[in-house]
């Protein structure tokens, strides 16, 4: 059984495109790859141009192996993004742990609001001028993220990847809402663990709170603390009234119903404008990732994209012309068989035309001819795509070197059908084989996978079995 690039795979839409802009990249700067089968695999799929660049640049992943670094730059993220999000939950712990304290100290209220608020605040606003002045730049998470992804990926390969996304995104802004997502969605884990710290705490230690000023009276504490718990207030949360507010300003007050107003306050101002504005934002982002993932298309007027209609849509198919072309002299017959089989194949590789060619052949086995030049090999192949045998054997005479060339177009035959086998022909009569090309021969094909034989599979071509 032949391995073939073209083996079955499942990537998602995001991850054809994204193959489709590490290629085009790879090729842009001057890597032009040996597409010649990729594109003619491409044309048997059918499709518009954009259907035939993606299976293209499928088939070229496969055989570069830029699909499995593409599994390794998954891996490697969904590796980076559990460090950050237990970075994250170990971060709002932290805060909640940090703003209240043991217990043993009076809490100062705004002190704890700021510690637990300051920089989400900070961050928030910076995200938010981002997009007043039309700013693309990635965040400090971002750029972690996609260096934790690289280093778990452990793929040199994975470096093209991570280029070609962001190209891929920046026409729909979907970098923007990507990386808001991230940035969001990392937020909410930071404060969902604080909030839930806050109540452990609140719900295991006992807390006084005070506010403390010398600038400032009491009456502007009053009109803060009011104005910021209205909100949260209309949600259920407690809003301490004035005479509780105005006597937090002198000591901390040991009442259990004060100690409940204030917790409730900074429970309530912590969850209305820590925690709401991330999920918010990150729903938002969500829903227009997804819109924008809808939309996202090949720019096929790309010059690399333009170059490549030529090789995957032909003039004579964009017309409407279907018809294969005229068969080549000498093998009008087997190439006209071919197309119809799909059963068991014989070809041979530049043979001597002094040895009597085909053998008798059982029943339901087609003759390829004998395939001496460019022109017939890439008749045969295109074909192939187009129906591939079961079973293929391919005659070659290891009288002459195996050279790169002829090893090459062994594999691409050999990707072409089910099961493949190479017939090593034997000397003709007078004449012995170099014991010495006879090995070379066996150790490539052996490199190549193949299996190969000195006695004619011709049983095997007929029944599939020795």
């Not at 939950?89 to 002190?111: E, H, I, K, T, Y």
């Not at 820590?274 to 096929?300: E, I, N, Q, T, V």
Request: hydrophobic share 45%; net charge neutral; proline share 6%.
């Amino acid at each position: 059984m032949s391995d073939s690039p073209s083996a079955p795979s499942s990537p998602s839409p995001l991850e054809r495109l994204w193959l489709c802009e590490a290629i085009r990249l790879r090729e842009a700067q001057g890597q032009r790859l040996d597409d010649r089968e990729a594109n003619r695999h491409a044309r048997a799929a059918g499709g518009d141009l954009a259907q035939r660049i993606q299976a293209r640049a499928l088939w070229l992943a496969r055989r570069d192996g830029l699909l499995d670094a593409l599994q390794h730059y998954r891996h490697g993220a969904r590796l980076a993004l559990l460090v950050l999000s237990l970075l994250a939950l170990l971060s709002g712990a932290g805060l909640a742990l940090a703003a209240l304290g043991d217990g043993q100290r009076p809490v100062n209220l705004f002190w704890a609001l700021g510690s637990l608020l300051g920089l989400n605040w900070l961050l928030l606003a910076g995200w938010l001028l981002s997009w007043a002045f039309a700013h693309q730049g990635s965040t400090t998470l971002a750029h972690a993220w996609r260096w934790l992804s690289l280093r778990g990926a452990a793929d040199a390969r994975a470096s093209h990847l991570a280029a070609a996304l962001p190209n891929l995104l920046q026409p729909h802004q979907l970098n923007r809402w990507g990386l808001g997502l991230l940035s969001h969605g990392l937020w909410l884990l930071t404060l969902s663990a604080a909030l839930l710290m806050l109540l452990a705490l609140l719900s295991t230690r006992r807390y006084g709170f005070v506010w403390e000023t010398t600038l400032l009276g009491s009456d502007a504490f009053v009109s803060l603390t009011q104005s910021l718990g209205a909100l949260p207030a209309l949600l259920g949360f407690s809003q301490p009234d004035s005479a509780l507010i105005r006597a937090s300003g002198d000591l901390a007050l040991t009442h259990e119903s004060a100690r409940q107003a204030w917790a409730g306050w900074l429970l309530g101002v912590f969850v209305v404008f820590g925690l709401l504005p991330r999920l918010l934002l990150a729903l938002l982002c969500f829903g227009a990732w997804r819109h924008g993932l809808g939309r996202l298309r090949l720019d096929l007027t790309l010059p690399a994209y333009q170059v490549l209609r030529h090789d995957l849509q032909p003039d004579s198919e964009r017309l409407g012309i279907h018809d294969l072309a005229p068969p080549l002299p000498e093998q009008s017959a087997a190439t006209s068989q071919v197309h119809s089989s799909s059963g068991a194949l014989l070809v041979a590789i530049e043979l001597d035309p002094q040895r009597p060619w085909p053998p008798s052949l059982p029943n339901g086995v087609t003759d390829g001819g004998v395939l001496d030049s460019r022109e017939q090999r890439q008749q045969l192949l295109e074909q192939l795509s187009h129906t591939p045998p079961t079973r293929l054997a391919i005659a070659c005479d290891p009288r002459r070197s195996p050279d790169r060339g002829t090893l090459a177009l062994l594999a691409e035959l050999a990707r072409s059908a089910a099961s493949t086998r190479i017939w090593l022909l034997p000397a003709p009569a007078g004449e012995t084989l170099d014991n010495q090309r006879l090995g070379d021969w066996q150790q490539a094909l052996t490199q190549l996978h193949l299996a190969y034989a000195d006695s004619p599979p011709l049983v095997w071509l007929e029944t599939g079995h020795e």
